[in-house]
């Protein structure tokens, strides 16, 4: 079993920045592709970013936030990140960490992933 714990969420002011962290035990992390997704109310949960396992090599973005956002990770504390920047009202969301059983490299489907993390809110004001 995986237990993925997301944090670094809140409420911020369109233009600034967060950095949400996701913490994961239960098996060995660097073996795997991770990914971030969101889900707005009344939205479908949408894919964000994925990054490859290992040295996280290779990385994908949806369209929406490539040049704002950065996914990293970092084997040595089980921990991906998702650095963004120039947050904008269309960024808010709950934020969820996802891992797949196996795979080595990501994709952009939900059902693709077999870990989820509990979210953490995201709010962008204007």
């Known amino acids: 079993q995986v237990q993925l714990v997301e944090s670094g969420g809140g409420l911020v002011q369109a233009g600034d920045s967060l950095r949400l962290s996701c913490a994961a035990s239960?098996?060995?992390?660097?073996?795997?592709?991770m990914a971030w997704f969101r889900q707005a109310t009344g939205k479908e949960r949408e894919f964000v970013a994925t990054i490859s396992r290992w040295s996280g090599t290779s990385t994908d973005y949806t369209d929406s936030v490539k040049g704002r956002f950065t996914i990293s990770r970092d084997n040595a504390k089980n921990t991906v990140y998702l650095q963004m920047n120039s947050l904008k009202p269309e960024d808010t969301a709950v934020y969820y960490c996802?891992?797949?059983?196996?795979?080595?490299?990501?994709?952009?489907?939900?059902?693709?992933?077999?870990?989820w993390g509990q979210g953490t809110q995201v709010t962008v004001s204007s």
């Open positions: 239960g098996r060995t992390f660097s073996s795997v592709a």
């Open positions: 996802a891992a797949p059983f196996s795979r080595g490299v990501g994709g952009r489907n939900v059902w693709e992933y077999d870990y």
